[in-house]
């Protein structure tokens, strides 16, 4: 036989009427089949608690996962805004430089043509 909670009432109460025999007689006993029945029973509900507390870690891990995607994904926005914009900027400068180098052309052609004039009315007042 199993006992559960084996509790005797103390030595100095010999009365049947006492709390501690009240006690000892609420005890239960339990055959094996029992035993065994309460044991499996206990069992099966700690590895439930356990799978229970198992899938909620999980699921936590799995929210953190995704929540750490979600920044991944947003770090990666603001870097790919951050290199358009330096691509922009890049853009604009080479445009500025593109005008600024006609304008040196075009320049560089007018004084060429004054040079030619000038070089040609030189030779003509010479004659």
Excluded: C, W
Aim: glycine share 0%; aromatic share 8%; hydrophobic share 30%.
């Amino acid at each position: 036989f199993f006992f559960l909670m084996i509790r005797r009432p103390p030595r100095s109460t010999q009365s049947r009427s006492s709390a501690a025999s009240d006690v000892y007689k609420r005890q239960v006993m339990f055959d094996e089949d029992e035993r065994k029945q309460f044991l499996q029973k206990f069992y099966r509900a700690k590895i439930k608690r356990k799978e229970i507390a198992k899938k909620k870690r999980d699921q936590i891990e799995k929210e953190e996962l995704k929540d750490q995607r979600r920044q991944f994904k947003k770090d990666r926005e603001e870097e790919v805004q951050k290199y358009r914009k330096i691509l922009e900027d890049h853009e604009k400068g080479l445009q500025e430089l593109r005008k600024v180098k006609s304008k040196v052309k075009k320049q560089r052609m007018v004084d060429s043509e004054d040079e030619e004039i000038e070089v040609t009315t030189t030779f003509l007042n010479q004659d």
